[in-house]
């Protein structure tokens, strides 16, 4: 089998999609930061190679097989899902977790001062995802539509680290919350709304990890493609 140690955590998740729950129960982040290899990431937390790898060979399936269909998607294609799978589901999530945490401030925010942290963060969050996500709407996927058709020549030189960028400051937002909560950990003495609303962040940082995922490891490097062969044919036709 291929040395899973010197794979990037990007290539794994794209390559073998059953690893995806395995990177996450070790908080690796196989989008923002998925240029690493898995024994930098490991050295970097402090986490077992050996242990992890045998974890990860326990899950994958032969080569060719686990691809990720979103991988052999057209950039078309690719954005059409992300619009209805994944933006609507982080519409949807961010304003019931919003209204969630807000009521256990309220109520237990004196007991627990590390939540108001959190909701303020959380706060932030869903600003910058509803403006990130409103620009990939109105400008960006459409300006990568047109370049798949051909039907643009020229982009922003910045586009593309843009929306990187972007990515990396909720990642960082959500490691935030992720440490303030110790892992999401729920106080015994926590109340319905207060467990469910940390369960409820849980599940967020995974479909938002899976999102950025999906942009900077299948998505982007697409475009990375179409941007490369328009310089080439713009060079050999000589215009």
């Excluded at 996450?24 to 992890?52: M, P, V």
């Excluded at 059409?80 to 019931?96: A, G, R, S």
């Excluded at 309220?106 to 409103?134: C, I, T, W």
């Excluded at 798949?148 to 400051?169: C, G, S, W, Y």
Aim: with cysteine.
């Amino acid at each position: 089998m291929t040395d899973l140690s010197q794979q990037t955590l990007s290539f794994l998740a794209i390559t073998n999609h059953h690893v995806v729950p395995v990177l996450e129960k070790y908080n690796l982040d196989f989008c923002c930061k998925g240029k690493r290899t898995l024994a930098d990431a490991c050295k970097e937390k402090g986490i077992d190679l050996e242990n992890i790898t045998h974890e990860l060979e326990s899950v994958m399936i032969p080569d060719g097989i686990a691809a990720m269909p979103l991988a052999t998607m057209t950039a078309e294609k690719l954005i059409d899902d992300i619009l209805l799978h994944e933006h609507e589901l982080l519409k949807y999530e961010m304003p019931i977790i919003y209204s969630h945490l807000e009521r256990v401030v309220y109520k237990h925010g004196d007991r627990f001062p590390y939540m108001k942290q959190v909701f303020e963060l959380f706060a932030s969050v869903q600003k910058d995802m509803n403006e990130h996500m409103k620009k990939e709407e109105n400008d960006s996927f459409p300006l990568i539509k047109e370049l798949e058709k051909k039907d643009r020549k020229n982009i922003p030189a910045t586009f593309l680290q843009e929306l990187q960028n972007e990515h990396e400051v909720v990642g960082d937002l959500m490691a935030r919350i992720h440490d303030l909560t110790n892992r999401y950990t729920q106080p015994e003495e926590a109340c319905t709304t207060f467990r469910l609303s940390l369960t409820e962040l849980n599940e967020f940082e995974n479909n938002l990890h899976r999102h950025v995922h999906t942009e900077n490891n299948i998505l982007l490097p697409k475009v990375e493609d179409m941007i490369a062969e328009q310089k080439t044919s713009f060079l050999l036709s000589g215009e």
